[in-house]
């Protein structure tokens, strides 16, 4: 592998383990606003107008967060059946997972290529949320938009063999 590529996938994996903690920094804010809410709401009966709506856009936030780090470790849910049946380390079980994981990035990438256009129609447009405080409606596609592709680029290079899940322990 050329240098270049592996600078790009380094990279690659860098962006995502970054994307990772902001994940998990927006289940903490999740965790903070809520413990707020509970203590606004029953102790000063002051119930927050904004904490819901909040909380909402920080679980979308953390969900796409963590989405492509989950496919580099090959967390997401997969019926492997066949493949065991097959023989776990057969050539047939090995080409039905990349097959699979082709199926995967095909998909993510292009969900995320119609979230990347309706991200741009949202920002041209101004669209905001129905929500007590009202939030642009791009802001949070964004997260989607980059969620979707970056596991799709997950999912390719799983398809052509890239162990990328395997180096974390060297991280």
């Not at 240098?3 to 903690?21: E, N, P, S």
């Not at 856009?57 to 066949?82: A, E, K």
């Not at 991200?119 to 129905?130: A, C, D, S, V």
């Amino acid at each position: 592998m050329s240098l270049l590529l592996r600078k790009i996938l380094w990279g690659h994996d860098v962006f995502t383990k970054i994307c990772f903690w902001l994940g998990c920094f927006a289940l903490f804010l999740i965790v903070a606003i809520f413990a707020y809410e509970v203590f606004m709401r029953y102790f000063l009966a002051a119930p927050t107008k904004w904490g819901s709506d909040f909380v909402s856009f920080l679980l979308l936030g953390s969900v796409f967060l963590v989405l492509p780090y989950v496919t580099r470790i090959r967390g997401n849910v997969s019926v492997t059946i066949l493949i065991e049946l097959l023989g776990e380390d057969s050539r047939a079980a090995d080409l039905i997972r990349r097959f699979g994981y082709a199926v995967g990035a095909a998909v993510c990438i292009w969900a995320g290529i119609i979230f990347l256009n309706e991200t741009q129609r949202l920002f041209e447009r101004g669209t905001t949320t129905l929500t007590t405080i009202p939030f642009p409606k791009w802001v949070l596609f964004v997260f989607i938009t980059v969620g979707t592709l970056n596991a799709g680029l997950y999912f390719l290079r799983l398809t052509f063999g890239d162990d990328a899940g395997d180096r974390l322990e060297g991280e």
